[in-house]
């Protein structure tokens, strides 16, 4: 298992690239009233055929050609489902995939939130063409960046992985994250 659940989203998430989706929606949820730390990515790529949402939770299953196993959605699964929390993925052929995780807080079994600042901007300045919508939430505090309204701004020939660019995207999750979080650690 990965030693962070930003780990295991970076690692599902690329799912959604090598997907072709255009367009991912990652949104991470705490509520500390009701003890949940939600995780939910959401993509309009290919999608997958109820026999392949049947056996993506097995280990043993991949699409891949490069190795023989396939383990970020089983630990992501197991991760969760280890706080008594929940797992969750909805895919169809042509329209996407949607995949949810909730996780209990308080639980002694479950693994820090880790660097989702990091997560997010692997995501958002290595992902090619791919649009990507990040809501993260405290309870009644939240911000999203999404890319749509960066490439709105800066045009659709400026990278985001320039150094300017990318130093001002990782600025803007630190700043906002740290707002949000009030200081807390999750």
Known sequence: MMPEI???ILDVAQNSVKAGAKLVTLECLIDTGADTLTVIIDDDGCGMTKEQVEAVTDPF????TTRKVGLGVPFFKMAAESTG???EIVSEP???TRVTCVFILSSIDRMPLGDMVSTV???VTQSGSMELVYHYRVDEEEFTLDTRQFREILGDDVSFNEPEVSEYIRDYLK???SEVNKGQDF
Not at 61 to 64: G, H, K, P, S, V
């Open 6 to 8: 930003s780990l295991n």
């Open 61 to 64: 299953y991949t699409t891949r």
């Open 85 to 87: 929390g929940s797992f």
């Open 94 to 96: 042509g329209k996407g």
């Open 121 to 123: 901007h692997m995501l």
């Open 175 to 177: 700043e906002n994250t």
